[in-house]
């Protein structure tokens, strides 16, 4: 009954009054007239389920390892198994289980009869293996090359060379700010878009032409979207490097800024001159000291005058 009252509306993408998008469809396209997303750990979803199975066997071998198990052993008939609850009479018969009720147990400096033919063997598992880290670092491996991750970054573990570290946080950064791009295109863009025309057709900000000409909306809806900086291993040099690079003019002060550090170098400017004025107006700077070579020289002058007076 529910199916037959259902109805099917068709809503277009983008309205045809307003110019703005009716759907966002956040997805990272990696082909033409693709039209449905791809989840991020959809190509390695199925090692990384094996990876946790085999995690926890090892992890379930290890405990058991902790455990003292021990098996008895015994020549004796095997139809009179299991041992414990039966033993023979003088006349070689088997006694009822009631009639034997001191099954051996294991304890504290317990001294236990075994029957004629039986021993105690205990058991030695060698696990877990000892592949175990090496087999598990390698499906790491594959895991972050099928996310476009290096492997120190995918870990967090930089134990070798600065160089190679730094490398790997540059291959993933690249990663990442593609990933930002068209996050921001698909999802903080538009709505930031669409908040502005409903604030600017409400009258809560005033933008001239915005309804009017589209580039003029175009400028009004110019944003930059900032995130996370990236991580700095070394930040002297980074910091000189990015004295040179600046002082060459291959970046400003203000992509400097915004890139490594996640501010704004204009604010900044602000902020540092407020902060120096503030600094001269309570914390004068020291008069300089004298010159005692200066003093000296002065003395020798006023003696030769004295003199000759």
Not at 2 to 26: C, D, H, S
Not at 96 to 123: C, K, S, W
Request: glycine content about 6%.
């Amino acid at each position: 009954m529910f199916y037959k009252n259902m109805k099917w509306v068709r809503v277009e993408a983008v309205n045809k009054k307003t110019g703005l998008p009716n759907v966002l469809q956040i997805m990272d396209a990696e082909r033409p007239d693709q039209y449905r997303g791809v989840t991020y750990l959809a190509p390695v979803i199925e090692m990384i389920l094996q990876s946790r199975r085999y995690t926890e066997s090892e992890l379930t071998a290890a405990i058991i390892q902790t455990y003292f198990t021990a098996w008895t052993t015994t020549k004796t008939d095997p139809t009179l198994m299991p041992n414990f609850g039966q033993d023979l009479d003088s006349d070689g018969e088997t006694k009822d289980a009631r009639d034997y009720d001191e099954d051996p147990q294991m304890g504290p400096g317990n001294v236990l009869h075994l029957r004629d033919g039986e021993d105690v063997v205990f058991g030695n598992p060698n696990i877990p293996t000892a592949g175990f880290e090496t087999f598990t670092r390698a499906v790491i491996k594959q895991v972050g090359a099928a996310l476009e991750l290096p492997f120190d970054v995918l870990i967090k573990e930089f134990n070798s060379s600065y160089s190679a570290a730094k490398g790997a946080l540059e291959e993933a950064w690249e990663v990442f700010k593609m990933r930002r791009s068209w996050f921001v295109n698909d999802f903080c863009q538009p709505i930031y878009e669409v908040w502005l025309a409903e604030a600017v057709a409400t009258g809560r900000i005033s933008a001239p032409g915005f309804f009017n000409d589209p580039l003029v909306r175009a400028a009004w809806c110019g944003a930059r979207w900032d995130g996370p900086a990236q991580t700095h291993l070394d930040p002297v040099k980074e910091a000189n490097a990015n004295a040179i690079v600046v002082a060459n003019g291959w970046k400003t002060n203000e992509q400097v800024t915004r890139e490594f550090y996640g501010e704004n170098y204009e604010e900044n400017v602000q902020a540092l001159a407020a902060e120096k004025e503030l600094m001269n107006k309570f914390m004068p700077a020291p008069e300089p000291a004298a010159d005692p070579a200066a003093d000296k020289e002065g003395d020798g002058d006023n003696a030769g005058e004295t003199q000759n007076k």
